[in-house]
């Protein structure tokens, strides 16, 4: 009988009650449960682990099923009414479900430590910016300002990434909302707060690790930082519009300003530049292209 050598408990009753026939497995689960006795010489009443569930039964012959916990054991109980020449008999099949349980625990308290150490780390990256920010506020010299404040729009724009992991407690993370993020970020720590300059972020929803996101975020954060600063000199206001594409195998993001045109000349050997081609090719393994004119960048 098949019954026999699957890993479910399996125990039939009559339409009396009276047990008819347990399967090995029945009557090592209920062995463990502390019953002494052959649970096939046990009226159903007795071996239904919950009694509500035997009420339940005696008014619905639907069937139904349940979980219950016994102790360190978590049980699937189906119950199954059937109609067998005649008379009504009952199968009740249980499933020990106590390790997939422990298990799903397990992955809950691990999510819940990695959400908080994704949460301190943020709040620590929060803290640099902030003592670099305090700094910078400290400090006369323009170039050493502009330095420190970079590295604040840098630090941020990683800690952007760790707010999304700790709100989200998983490692996909929607790129165009974090890049919403930034871009208020950056406006905020922008040079040019004599200009009127709007970033939108249009585009396709693309879900990419955390590694990725940290990677996305700089080089986006050095593109945006460079339009601000150098796109509009005799402007005073603009867009930057940020499209991304989703590709299936790989993504596309545009960053396009209608500010006054890159000067390559001036611009292209630029630290920030030099650290966008690093990534892109070696952390991104993508390409990185710059067009200009008289309409931006």
Do not use: W
Not at 43 to 72: A, D, P, S, V, W
Not at 78 to 87: I, P
Not at 188 to 208: A, R
């Amino acid at each position: 009988i098949l019954t026999e050598h699957i890993n479910q408990s399996v125990i039939i009753f009559d339409h009396n009650g009276q047990t008819l026939y347990a399967n090995p497995e029945a009557k090592i689960l209920y062995k463990k449960l502390g019953y002494i006795e052959n649970i096939e010489k046990i009226h159903m009443e007795n071996l239904i682990l919950n009694k509500n569930h035997y009420c339940q039964l005696k008014e619905n012959r639907n069937g139904f099923e349940n979980e219950i916990t016994i102790g360190e054991l978590t049980l699937s109980i189906r119950y199954v009414c059937l109609k067998v020449a005649k008379n009504n008999c009952t199968v009740m099949i249980i499933t020990d479900i106590t390790e997939v349980r422990n298990k799903e625990k397990e992955l809950i308290l691990k999510s819940v430590a990695v959400k908080e150490i994704h949460h301190r780390v943020k709040n620590n990256l929060q803290t640099i910016a902030s003592i670099l920010s305090m700094q910078a506020r400290r400090i006369n010299d323009k170039e050493m300002k502009k330095i420190l404040n970079e590295n604040v729009s840098y630090i941020d724009s990683i800690a952007a990434t760790h707010e999304i992991l700790a709100e989200q407690g998983f490692d996909q993370i929607n790129i165009k909302e974090l890049i919403k993020k930034l871009s208020s970020a950056i406006l905020k720590y922008s040079s040019s707060d004599s200009k009127t300059i709007k970033i939108s972020t249009t585009g396709d929803k693309v879900l990419i690790n955390a590694d990725t996101a940290s990677s996305v975020m700089l080089v986006i954060n050095e593109l945006l930082s460079n339009s601000l600063e150098h796109g509009f000199r005799d402007k005073k206001s603009g867009n930057i519009d940020i499209t991304i594409s989703d590709e299936g195998i790989f993504a596309i993001f545009i960053i396009t300003d209608n500010g006054n045109g890159f000067r390559q000349k001036v611009n292209f050997e630029s630290l920030g530049l030099n650290i966008v081609k690093s990534i892109v090719k070696d952390k991104l393994n993508g390409k990185f292209k710059i067009h200009a004119d008289e309409s931006g960048t």
